[in-house]
């Protein structure tokens, strides 16, 4: 969700004087002003919508996150953030330790998509609230092309979507294509939008909850589900795309996964300047571990992955892990992960 600031200046009284001076003739008492930076925030909502807030200037971007999880009700904040573009207009997630003034240009997303969305660790229930965000940003995924799908995944999740959006079909009610304002697909055909009225008129009497219950259930089939794409290269200089998510580290070229290095096969992550490192555990009649380097844009883009490396292994970490190998997170960042875990 984007988000923009202003700054403003605010009063504050510190009190009032009781005390009197001891010449005769007496003083009125004097206010001590002082003067308060603030920030307004307009943060752009999963659903397209602003929420503006104040935040003093130097506050944390954890109580701007915070107010907007308020604003939502929403209490599952680990699978979403606040994100914002850097001079070179790359998506950064917005560090919660930071101040907000230096990561004034930001947006708030789902920050992970966990393999089992309807549940979290051990099967217990997610909230509603939690899934309807879910997939709204899904949705706007989809749209935008970032989760790519067939004709058959469009209309299914579509219909879904349409379901929990209008509820049942009404003859009455829905005429003619009542489905044409809605949004499923980035090249939204005629065709898909039949498709998803023929579907949609049969889920009479299912509840808005159920339909983005069939709708998540789809949605994590699709090949890139939850997996953030950063651009590098090989070492032949090959253009390829890492993808990092739930599972392990997975390697894309030309659209096509030609590599995946699961966490527990990573024994250690680094960069240095503009390099991004694996060191590989050995396989069964392998003697030595290996250490895979990918070149990636600039340092930004290196560290950028370097972060969402530790924050996907960090959360989706087993049940009962293994203890982390020493020096499994290097280079000397302060960058700590804080959040909770899928565990």
Not at 10 to 20: H, V
Not at 152 to 169: C, F, I, K, N, P
Not at 247 to 257: A, C, F, K, Q, S
Not at 310 to 316: A, G, K, N, S, V
Request: proline letters at 5%; glycine letters at 6%.
């Amino acid at each position: 969700q984007g988000t923009e600031m202003e700054e403003k200046d605010y009063s504050e009284t510190d009190g009032l004087s009781d005390k009197t001076t001891p010449s005769k003739t007496q003083k009125s008492p004097q206010k001590t002003t002082k003067k308060v930076k603030s920030a307004l925030c307009r943060v752009t909502l999963l659903d397209a919508s602003e929420y503006e807030c104040e935040v003093e200037k130097h506050a944390r971007g954890q109580i701007l996150f915070d107010l907007v999880c308020e604003h939502l009700n929403l209490l599952e904040k680990d699978y979403f953030g606040l994100t914002f573009c850097d001079s070179d207009s790359q998506k950064n997630w917005l560090d919660p330790s930071k101040e907000i003034k230096k990561q004034i240009r930001s947006k708030f997303l789902g920050r992970v998509h966990p393999p089992q969305p309807w549940g979290i660790s051990r099967g217990s229930w997610v909230p509603q609230l939690w899934l309807y965000y879910l997939c709204l940003q899904l949705r706007a995924d989809i749209i935008t092309g970032r989760l790519p799908c067939s004709f058959v995944t469009h209309a299914l999740l579509g219909s879904y979507a349409v379901q929990a959006e209008l509820g049942d079909y009404d003859a009455e009610e829905h005429v003619g294509n009542y489905v044409s304002e809605l949004r499923f697909a980035p090249n939204q055909t005629r065709e898909l939008e039949e498709r998803i009225m023929e579907l949609h008129k049969t889920y009479r009497g299912m509840t808005p909850g159920e339909a983005e219950i069939h709708f998540l259930e789809n949605a994590k089939k699709l090949s890139m589900y939850g997996v953030d794409l950063h651009h590098a290269k090989d070492s032949e200089g090959i253009d390829i795309m890492l993808g990092v998510c739930a599972n392990g580290l997975l390697i894309y070229r030309d659209r096509l996964r030609i590599n995946r290095f699961a966490w527990p096969k990573i024994l250690k992550i680094s960069y240095k300047r503009s390099n991004f490192y694996i060191k590989i555990r050995p396989g069964e009649y392998e003697q030595f571990e290996s250490t895979i380097g990918f070149k990636l844009p600039n340092h930004r883009s290196a560290k950028r992955l370097w972060k969402v490396c530790i924050e996907h292994h960090t959360f989706f970490r087993l049940v009962s892990p293994e203890p982390p190998p020493k020096g499994f997170l290097v280079m000397g960042s302060k960058f700590r992960y804080s959040g909770r875990t899928q565990a």
